[in-house]
């Protein structure tokens, strides 16, 4: 049977990188390769500004990425969504069953469809996560196999700017001819890599500290309660140091190497 691979393709603002990763029979991941591109003022806060340019970087670590998979070609990506566009607001969703009810998976996906749907001006909704579910009117942790005739769900609907999202599809798909395969949230990815489920549970905030923007998000009770991108980050320390007349390249490995 022919090993599965699959690529994560992240644009950020100051670099972009590709991965490509081997799915195991257990669906766990083990990463073969990391390939990365450097990048200046094509994408800003996380944006993609310049789709040409942007198209010729992604290309060369895709060309990269093929030759440690030869003879194979890379036909589709999944991509991260970040930067300055993307936010986090708070919905709730309400079912009301005809009587007491075991609840089950086609119920709960039905309220995380409806939210999936949730109509926002000029924004595409990436993914809903749960805050809290509760069940006739009691928090309920874990509702799957629970009894009742009620559900209210309260939800985190994440989402980013149309433009952006169109952007990198345009880029992705009509300039390099490869298929998007799925959008997942970089912030979440990172928070499901690098903490733990007790950390979740006591409460801890991640920040991912990038070139332009910062990304925090907030964990309490084992789920995500905020989330929020600052429009600031290394790139700012960066070009402080510029004013002592240095250009950003010499700027940047000065900032590396002395902290």
């Not at 450097?38 to 800003?44: G, M």
């Not at 009301?96 to 909704?125: C, G, K, M, N």
């Amino acid at each position: 049977m022919e090993e599965k691979i699959i690529i994560a393709l992240e644009i950020g603002s100051s670099k972009i990188k590709g991965a490509t990763g081997a799915v195991g029979p257990d669906g766990a991941i083990n990463v073969k390769a990391v390939e990365r591109e450097p990048i200046s003022d094509i994408v800003r806060y996380g944006c993609v500004r310049n789709i040409v340019e942007t198209a010729q970087a992604v290309r060369k670590v895709i060309d990269r990425l093929e030759l440690r998979e030869s003879p194979r070609k890379i036909e589709g990506i999944y991509l991260s969504i970040g930067g300055r566009s993307l936010s986090s607001q708070a919905a709730t969703i309400e079912r009301r069953l005809a009587s007491d009810t075991i609840i089950t998976q086609e119920i709960l996906e039905d309220i995380f469809s409806e939210a999936l749907d949730y109509p926002l001006a000029d924004r595409h909704v990436i993914t809903v996560t749960r805050r809290e579910l509760y069940v006739n009117n009691a928090l309920t942790p874990k509702p799957l196999g629970e009894i009742g005739s009620h559900i209210l769900a309260k939800l985190n609907i994440i989402s980013c700017r149309n433009q952006p999202l169109r952007n990198l599809t345009m880029m992705v798909e009509d300039r390099l001819q490869l298929k998007v395969m799925d959008t997942f949230v970089r912030p979440l990815a990172i928070a499901d890599l690098v903490l733990v489920e007790e950390e979740k549970r006591l409460g801890c905030m991640l920040v991912d500290f990038g070139a332009e923007t910062t990304t925090v998000a907030i964990y309490k009770n084992g789920v995500l309660v905020h989330l929020v991108v600052l429009p600031m980050g290394s790139r700012n320390i960066t070009r402080d140091i510029t004013a002592l007349n240095f250009i950003e390249e010499q700027a940047e490995e000065m900032k590396k190497a002395g902290g």
